[in-house]
T-cell receptor, first 112, second 111 residues
Framework: NAGVTQTPKFQVLKTGQSMTLQCAQD?????MSWYRQDPGMGLRLIHY???????DQGEVPNGYNVSRSTTEDFPLRLLSAAPSQTSVYFC???????????FGPGTRLTVL | GQNIDQPTEMTATEGAIVQINCTYQ??????LFWYQQHAGEAPTFLSY??LDGLEEKGRFSSFLSRSKGYSYLLLKELQMKDSASYLC????????????WGLGTSLAVNP
């Protein structure tokens, strides 16, 4: 099993550009989530999904969209990148919201 | 609020024992997680406590006191590879279900 995979590992964007961070899991987990991690801020939940076709907002959803068309995939879209979105992004999956979470390796995003 | 408090940094010596504390708001408590995160890597799950007491897993143990809103992670026989950040996360149930993450404790193990 590959677990949780994320692409790309590194990305540099210019302000105003859009892009999609990919996340996939092969553990048949219903719950998937996106976090960003910034120094001194800890992990903050952006969006989450409790199953295919169901998504909801986390603590810091502004500027991001998600969709969940399959159990396996949960892409995160940055609509119009801003320097404040410079961060490390982690995708995670688990059987349920309060179960052990399995994290992807992360995407290090810089917005200039 | 539902703040999670844990020390920012700790230092210990190889072979020693270290205890990393975590305190949290007790209202709505539904479980506590510990994760390990090495620099530049993703968090990985260490332990989960929902009942009072000590859970032991090899060199790592985690303790919970629900009435006191307190947990600790105990690392024994420290090794250099244990140098990492240790994240405490608390699950809250009820109308405002959420998982709250602490900022992490950065542990440096010195030879």
């Amino acid at each position: 099993n590959a677990g949780v995979t994320q692409t790309p590992k590194f990305q540099v964007l210019k302000t105003g550009q859009s892009m999609t961070l990919q996340c996939a899991q092969d553990m048949n987990h219903e719950y998937m989530s996106w976090y960003r991690q910034d120094p001194g801020m800890g992990l903050r939940l952006i969006h989450y999904s409790v199953g295919a076709g169901i998504t909801d907002q986390g603590e810091v959803p502004n500027g991001y969209n998600v969709s969940r068309s399959t159990t396996e995939d949960f892409p995160l879209r940055l609509l119009s990148a801003a320097p404040s979105q410079t961060s490390v992004y982690f995708c995670a999956s688990s059987y349920g919201r309060f179960n052990e979470q399995f994290f992807g390796p992360g995407t290090r995003l810089t917005v200039l | 609020g539902q703040n999670i408090d844990q020390p920012t940094e700790m230092t210990a010596t190889e072979g020693a024992i270290v205890q990393i504390n975590c305190t949290y708001q007790t209202s709505g408590f539904n479980g506590l997680f510990w994760y390990q995160q090495h620099a530049g890597e993703a968090p990985t799950f260490l332990s989960y406590n929902v009942l009072d007491g000590l859970e032991e897993k090899g060199r790592f143990s985690s303790f919970l006191s629900r009435s006191k809103g307190y947990s600790y992670l105990l690392l024994k026989e420290l090794q250099m590879k244990d140098s990492a950040s240790y994240l405490c996360a608390v699950a809250y149930a009820g109308n405002n279900r959420k998982l709250i993450w602490g900022l992490g404790t950065s542990l440096a193990v010195n030879p």
